[in-house]
T-cell receptor, first 114, second 111 residues
Framework: DAGITQSPRHKVTETGTPVTLRCHQT?????MYWYRQDPGHGLRLIHY???????DKGEVSDGYSVSRSKTEDFLLTLESATSSQTSVYFC?????????????FGQGTRLTVV | GQQLNQSPQSMFIQEGEDVSMNCTSS?????WLWYKQDPGEGPVLLIA?????ELTSNGRLTAQFGITRKDSFLNISASIPSDVGIYFC???????????FGQGTELSVKP
């Protein structure tokens, strides 16, 4: 299994509080992604990173920020959590070389905003 | 933003039947990937496609990268109960590394 650890695995938080989810990898992969999964919507890209301090927005980035200060860690922050951000969050890593590659996923973080 | 349209959204089939699902996009991709997700787990790669027109098999699974680079399909032959799960297509852009997913196809197999 690819070395990806998401923490925490479960979290309940109150509306309006900031929340940070962590994705840690031991594979030294360049690319890291944050997705949210909701019934009927599949996996939607929030933000992704293509290197240390290099990040870009995905399809559903409003209300989220990310940081990548070192290769192994990619942090997702909900600046002020809302009930619509209740979801399962997945981190993925990949290394695309010569036009080939794949993404490996973490186990997910279930976030509930009450 | 870019979207992948995956269909069907769900399928209820009898064990032994063949299954087909597909993804279409308004954008051109460099890579198509197909994943399967079991309950409570992260998605796991089934098949990767890197060239337009490529047809690749993995056991009972067969996938193709459309010639226009805007679509892909996945076939499962002779389905078995352990095929139950959610199947996702994903498209990757070489430039920038963006990877986006379809809405998923939830497969149920009746023994």
């Amino acid at each position: 299994d690819a070395g990806i650890t998401q923490s925490p695995r479960h979290k309940v938080t109150e509306t309006g509080t900031p929340v940070t989810l962590r994705c840690h990898q031991t594979e030294n992969h360049r690319y890291m992604y944050w997705y949210r999964q909701d019934p009927g919507h599949g996996l939607r890209l929030i933000h992704y990173s293509y290197g240390v301090k290099d990040t870009d927005k995905g399809e559903v980035s409003d209300g989220y920020s990310v940081s990548r200060s070192k290769t192994e860690d990619f942090l997702l922050t909900l600046e002020s959590a809302t009930s619509s951000q209740t979801s399962v969050y997945f981190c993925a890593i990949s290394e695309w070389m010569h036009g080939t590659g794949e993404a490996f996923f973490g186990q997910g973080t279930r976030l509930t905003v009450v | 933003g870019q979207q992948l349209n995956q269909s069907p959204q769900s399928m209820f089939i009898q064990e032994g039947e063949d299954v087909s699902m597909n993804c279409t996009s308004s954008s051109i991709f460099n890579t198509w990937l197909w994943y399967k997700q079991d309950p409570g787990e992260g998605p796991v790669l089934l098949i990767a496609l890197y060239k337009a027109g490529e047809l690749t098999s993995n056991g009972r699974l067969t996938a193709q990268f459309g010639i226009t680079r805007k679509d892909s399909f996945l076939n499962i032959s002779a389905s078995i109960p352990s095929d139950v799960g959610i199947y996702f297509c994903a498209g990757h852009y070489n430039q920038g590394g963006k990877l986006i997913f379809g809405q998923g196809t939830e497969l149920s197999v009746k023994p």
